[in-house]
């Protein structure tokens, strides 16, 4: 099982408890996770990632072996396609970008482009829909979600385009899956994070009427836990409780 969306580093509007490495490690050896896609998230709020990338491959080079970097790439810095071939020497299992926080509409042309060229490189892009609830973001958080249209828009932009969509809910999932084609729904892949369990059963229903390996395992550590999502998958009804996930390594097999 893969976690393609957890996260270290410090949080801009709040502490966040064990955002290192090594106890992400820990913790995913208690919890029986395989692999992860780690993110920066510092530079997901940063002008300019590049040191942020810098200390992500340095901070999970002890841990490699499981713990796997998504670095932050900016297509609206003159140096972004440097980078991009910088991360992929570096061993990358995909890059990450953040389209709320750097104030980018739908249909952005750098973001096309950004995806385009992550898709040329077999690199899945990796969007997060929200780190927090609405309820909970403090004052000076100011960066709305992540749109269905903004998704949609990186879907189409290209066929070999691949993108794990973060931190989504029911609705949200269900307004893109269906606005799409078969061909661009092939290209996209969730996380379970924001998904409810009972007694609403959202992850069931979703699993019944799109495929559960439209879906893959995620926990949004450490802002979430690992344990809600794990927990969601073993409450799930008898028939769905063999279901198997998506695979986002082999996104382009």
Same mark, same amino acid.
């Given at each position: ?7 270290i ?17 820990r ?5 029986g ?14 002008d ?8 992500l ?26 980078? $991009?071939? &910088? /991360? !992929?020497?570096?061993?990358? %299992? ?10 980018? +509409? =739908? @249909? ?15 690199l ?8 927090e ?5 403090k ?6 979600? $992540?749109? &269905? /249209? !903004?998704?949609?828009?990186? %879907? ?10 973060? +931190? =989504? @809910?029911?609705d949200?999932?269900?307004e ?78």
């Open positions: 099982m893969i976690d393609p969306s957890v996260f580093g410090s949080y801009p509007f709040r502490q966040v408890p064990h955002p290192e490495p090594a106890i992400l490690a913790v995913m050896e208690r919890e996770i395989a692999h992860a896609w780690v993110g920066h998230l510092p530079s997901a709020f940063a300019n990632p590049a040191a942020g990338n810098t200390e491959y340095g901070a999970l080079e002890p841990h490699r072996e499981i713990l796997s970097p998504a670095p932050t790439i900016r297509p609206d810095r003159p140096d972004w396609k440097t980078e $991009l071939d &910088g /991360a !992929a020497r570096a061993g990358a %299992a995909a890059i990450r970008a953040f389209p709320p926080q750097w104030r980018m +509409a =739908a @249909g952005d042309r750098a973001l096309a482009d950004l995806a385009i060229a992550c898709g040329e490189r077999e899945p892009v990796v969007l997060t829909v929200r780190f609830d609405l309820r909970q973001r004052a000076a958080d100011t960066f709305g979600d $992540l749109t &269905g /249209a !903004a998704i949609r828009a990186l %879907a189409r932009a290209g066929s070999d385009v691949r993108l794990v969509v973060c +931190a =989504a @809910g029911r949200l999932i269900e893109v899956h269906w606005g799409l084609t078969p061909l661009e729904q092939s290209r996209v892949l969730w996380d379970i994070s924001w998904i409810w369990g009972p007694p609403d059963d959202h992850l069931a229903k979703l699993f019944r009427s799109m495929g559960s390996t439209r879906f893959v395992f995620g926990s949004q550590w450490p802002l979430r836990l690992v344990q809600s999502p794990k927990a969601n998958l073993e409450l799930l009804p008898d028939d769905l409780a063999t279901a198997p996930l998506g695979d986002p390594a082999a996104m382009f097999d």
